[in-house]
């Protein structure tokens, strides 16, 4: 495998959050940025879980988030979890120790959501000790923690988040509109950003807009698209309105403003737009009862028609939520491809997935992706069992599929062929779980899969997928 690299969770003495242990070995970055070019990191859907060891929770609840890595290593089990759990302290500070050791730089690093950890709320009430501060107020800290350990470990980039479906003080899906999560989150996140004055809608309904870090003529809108999924629930503030509808509403005029002042956007969301292949071929019934959209399709329409609106502006959206790696492409009416959607793999095992994160490289003048690298923890099993963690690198983009860059263009050809072509259908039903030993693809479903890489509308995909089945 091309641009192995070994990665032990106590081998980086220089890095920011050293740990103890073995030396990393060091070998060339697989990217390297010529001129006019530059790299960003993503990290998603690490569910960090302050639960590993509930003796220390009470403390931690007691204590402010500057304390909480301390407490941590106090602790005895120093081994990250194994599949099915979600990430804790060892295996998120491995994980980002690694990204940080690629002999890499990275301008700036995008989080798309899920700070916390499933079942967090059940997980508090029956560990919190006998005084506890509350669930809302340690949720909040969970996900300050987290943002804290992305600033410490990137010190030197600006970071940009979303919100996941798990990121509430009320519980998964039910993030409030004018909660104080967004408001105990809006502080740090807004100087994270380097453009602290662009978050004035953030309280609101945990969304905004950045000035690009490095491109002169493009922004960055950050979506809280959790309101627009079949999930959603108000019911920690019913007297909400319709928060998905009044974000849409936002979203438009924010790409009105941008088009009139000739500049373009990427979009950061959590929930990619689509079909959930995983939960469709799960289902029961005939074909078309059984599709699930990862949106509701009021928002699914309007947001498609808004991308179709202002044809030219987006050209990229990047979310997570799945844990697996994938894409989807956004169509003109006329099939003309029009946005390439990264979904980045999770840091989080808790689905089967390897732990993962992605580099990509990036014209600094236009802001087209040209190529990417995934990197993932190899010896997850064995981690847990006490061996050094072993962080490699999966694959680069281009090299891997044959890619003249990672365009609209280029996705579409891509997902073409992986329906096509049994060569390039394997690559990426190897990849799609980082290399995990139980992968949710196989010969019987692989055409959910496919689909959902081209087909986001509820038409599409049931004209591709049930003419399949």
Known sequence: MAGRIAFSIAALAAVMLPLAGAHAQQTAAPLQPGPDEGLFLIVTDIHFDPFTEPSLVPKLDRSPVSDWSAIFKTGTGGNPRGYNHDAGYFLTRSALEAAAAQNMTYDYVLYTGDYLSHDFNSKYQALAGPSPQGHASFAIKTARYVSHLLSETFAGSPILGVMGNTDSACGDYEIAPDSAFTAGLKDQWAA????????????????????????????????????????????????????????????????????????????????????????????????????????????????????????????YTFSGHTHMDSFAIINDTDGTPLIASQITPAVSPIFGN???????????????LLDSATFYLSNLAAAAQGAPPDWQLEYVYRSTYSLQDLSPASRSALASRIKSDTLPRQQFTELYAVKAPDNPIDSSNWQAYACAQSAVSEDAYEACYCKAN
């Open 354 to 368: 390897n732990p993962a994160f992605a580099v990509f490289l990036y014209n600094r003048t236009s802001g087209d």
């Open 192 to 315: 994270l950003s380097r453009q602290p004055d662009r978050f004035d809608r953030f309280r609101t309904g945990g969304y905004y807009k950045v000035a690009h870090p490095t491109l002169a003529d493009q922004d960055i809108i950050a979506l809280n698209n959790i309101f627009w999924t079949p999930r959603y629930s108000d019911r920690c503030n019913s007297g909400g309105g319709d928060p998905g509808g009044a974000m849409m509403t936002w979203l438009k005029k924010q790409l009105e403003q941008t088009r009139q002042e000739g500049r373009k956007a990427q979009i950061l969301l959590h929930v990619p737009p689509g079909f959930n292949a995983y939960s469709t071929v799960r289902g029961s019934g005939p074909c078309d009862s059984r599709l699930s959209p990862f949106w509701h399709e009021r928002y699914s329409k309007g947001f498609l028609d808004l991308m179709r609106e202002y044809s030219g502006i987006v050209d």
